[in-house]
């Protein structure tokens, strides 16, 4: 039985791009606008569609039709992915925290992302991450523009798939910027947050994370936090 519902930020989390999709987003709103994105703005830890909103808002533009929106982001990801494997790699520690969860037999494993479901599928495909996760129950971009919304997405989807309700007791979302944090706290779930992307330790542990670790590298350590997390370990004895 299903006890607990873990979910996996991607993208700082288990692997970092080397900033190869931060392109996709002026890209897709030159093509989608016939102009030139003039404005840098902060992407880490936002839903794409929130990206781009804000891209649209700060140039002056509005009525683009979110499945334009959609559908382009998704061509520039493809049209980059063998630029993504090579420029890319797997943060240290990511495979083995993921496999050493995956064999916990409790466990439910997905992903909580700001990525369109398909840029994530291909992500972790590219990556050979797919096989530890079961992608039905995660919570994509494109289910909500707010990241603390995918929270009670993905609890909804697991409750369908296995059969019993998840709720903040029973949710850990593993992320790396203070924006995953906030997301669990207001979503609904426990957070451990990993400083492996462009956040410190102390930032994560100021934005209300219920634990933090450097890295994934120390499967044990990764292991015993999700554990002191979850409903067993608050279980009366």
């Known amino acids: 039985m299903k006890r607990l519902l ?55 533009v509005g009525g683009v039709e979110p499945g334009r929106v959609a559908a382009e982001l998704v061509t520039q990801v493809r049209r980059r992915a063998a630029e993504l494997r090579t420029a890319g790699r797997i943060l240290p520690g990511a495979v083995e925290a993921l496999r050493a969860m995956a064999a916990q037999r409790h466990v439910a494993q997905s992903v909580l992302t700001g ?31 707010e990241r603390a919304a995918l929270v009670p997405v993905a609890q909804r989807r697991a409750a369908a798939a296995y059969g019993r309700a998840f709720d903040a007791d029973s949710t850990v979302l593993i992320g790396d910027t203070p924006r995953d944090v906030h997301a669990g706290r207001i979503g609904g779930a426990r957070v451990l947050a990993v400083a492996s992307g462009t956040s410190s330790a102390a930032e994560l542990r100021a934005a209300g994370a219920d ?6 590298r120390d499967t044990d350590a990764v292991v015993h936090a999700v554990r002191a997390m979850g409903p067993a370990a608050r279980s009366p004895g």
Do not use: Q
């Open 6 to 60: 873990l979910l996996w930020d991607i993208d700082g989390t288990l692997i970092d791009d080397d900033h190869v999709c931060e392109t996709v987003y002026p890209l897709a709103f030159e093509r989608l606008t016939g102009r030139p994105a003039l404005h840098r703005i902060t992407t880490a830890g936002r839903t794409e569609p929130e990206i781009m909103a804000e891209l649209f808002r700060r140039h002056g």
């Open 115 to 145: 990525n369109l479901r398909a840029n994530a599928l291909l992500k972790l495909r590219l990556f050979g991450l797919a096989e530890f996760l079961d992608p039905a129950v995660g919570a994509y971009g494109g289910d909500a523009r």
């Open 211 to 216: 634990a933090v670790l450097a890295t994934l």
